[in-house]
């Protein structure tokens, strides 16, 4: 049984460009959470999602960042017009329901030149 | 959920056992404490979690003081490998399993 995979594990954009982070669930995982990790910092929770719902998204900034998580396919965090401030490690975890202890991916790093 | 204090580093000799204390004394009666690691540049991983009781498993040791303001994460034999950050987590389980706000944690280095 695969972990969480995330994808790609390194991008670079330049500045105003978009950048597209994936993430991948492990079998029978429906539950996920995106994490972000500015350099020198700790880890801090963004969003929450369920299938096709987003359960919960207290840490998400208001503007240029979305997520989702179709009834197909892997879970997409998207940033738009990215800024030098956004270069960080974005980390995804999963479970199976949201009362189980999630598992983590190992993360991408996004760079904004 | 409470906030937690932890020591910013710890060296343990590779071999002995790895005492890391948390303190939580906001804990409420309905909050677990989770104890996570992260090995440099990869995801955090989980190593354990109690309500009250003492806990052990294959990775380690949860010592939770009576009055629940504290608690110590025990590795048994460090090695090298164990390297990392450790994150003492509370936590109201187990819904939102995976939704914790993580400090700055402990970073433990290992030397040989």
């Known amino acids: 049984n695969a972990g969480v995979m995330q994808n790609p594990r390194h991008l670079v954009r330049r500045r105003g460009q978009e950048a597209r982070l994936r993430c991948s669930p492990m079998?029978?995982?429906?539950?996920v959470y995106w994490y972000r990790q500015l350099p020198e910092e700790g880890l801090k929770f963004m969003v929450y999602l369920q299938k096709e719902n987003i359960i919960d998204e207290s840490g998400m900034p208001k503007e240029r960042f979305s997520a989702e998580f179709p009834k197909e396919g892997p879970s997409i965090l998207r940033i738009q017009q990215v800024v030098r401030g956004d270069s960080a490690a974005y980390f995804c975890?999963?479970?199976?329901?949201?009362?189980?202890?999630?598992?983590f991916g190992q993360g991408t790093r996004l760079t904004v030149v | 959920d409470a906030k937690t204090t932890q020591p910013p580093s710890m060296d343990c000799a590779e071999g002995r056992a790895a005492n890391l204390p948390c303190n939580h004394s906001?804990?409420?009666?309905?909050?677990?404490v989770y104890w996570y690691r992260q090995i440099h540049s990869q995801g955090p991983q989980y190593i354990i979690h109690?309500?009250?009781n003492n806990e052990t498993n294959e990775m380690a040791s949860l010592i939770i003081t009576e009055d629940r303001k504290s608690s110590t994460l025990i590795l048994p034999h460090a090695t090298l490998r164990d390297t990392a950050v450790y994150y003492c987590i509370v936590r109201v389980a187990p819904t939102n399993a995976g939704k914790s706000t993580f400090g700055d944690g402990t970073t433990l280095t290992v030397k040989p």
């Open positions: 975890a999963s479970s199976p329901t949201g009362e189980t202890e999630a598992f």
């Open positions: 906001t804990i409420s009666g309905n909050e677990y």
């Open positions: 079998k029978g995982h429906s539950h």
């Open positions: 109690g309500l009250k």
